[in-house]
Nanobody, 120 residues
Framework: QVQLVESGGGSVQPGGSLRLSCAASGIIFSRYDMGWYRQAPGMERELVAAITRGSFTTYATSLKGRFSIFRDNAKNSVYLQMNSLEPEDTAVYYC??????????????WGQGTQVTVSS
């Protein structure tokens, strides 16, 4: 079955950290670019970070270096390490995969999303 399954979301206080995981199945993972998007209530979905099959990374400039994306092809997984979390990071985070189009939000596959809430 072709799917992406996210995990690792939850509630954290400002300044805390979380690591999101996305496990892919049913695809040749190493051939796909991967990405993380997020959508806050009332807002459009936005790119957080992306990593190509060659491990070239792209980040939203607003993140100011707080997040890091990396992949483990042996585990068919991509991760998002989030540090120094702020209330503005509260959103549903989605994993996406694509042979192309990940940076434009047109990846072929999307996960179901995982909620991240940053609040004191």
């Amino acid at each position: 079955q072709v799917q992406l399954v996210e995990s690792g979301g939850g509630s954290v206080q400002p300044g805390g950290s979380l690591r999101l995981s996305c496990a892919a199945s049913g695809i040749i993972f190493s051939r796909y670019d991967m990405g993380w998007y997020r959508q806050a209530p009332g807002m459009e979905r936005e790119l957080v970070a992306a990593i190509t099959r060659g491990s070239f990374t792209t980040y939203a400039t607003s993140l100011k270096g707080r997040f890091s994306i990396f992949r483990d092809n042996a585990k068919n997984s991509v991760y998002l390490q989030m540090n120094s979390l702020e209330p503005e990071d509260t959103a549903v985070y989605y994993c996406t995969a694509g042979v192309r189009g990940v940076l434009s939000g047109r990846g072929e596959l999307w996960g179901q999303g995982t909620q991240v809430t940053v609040s004191s």
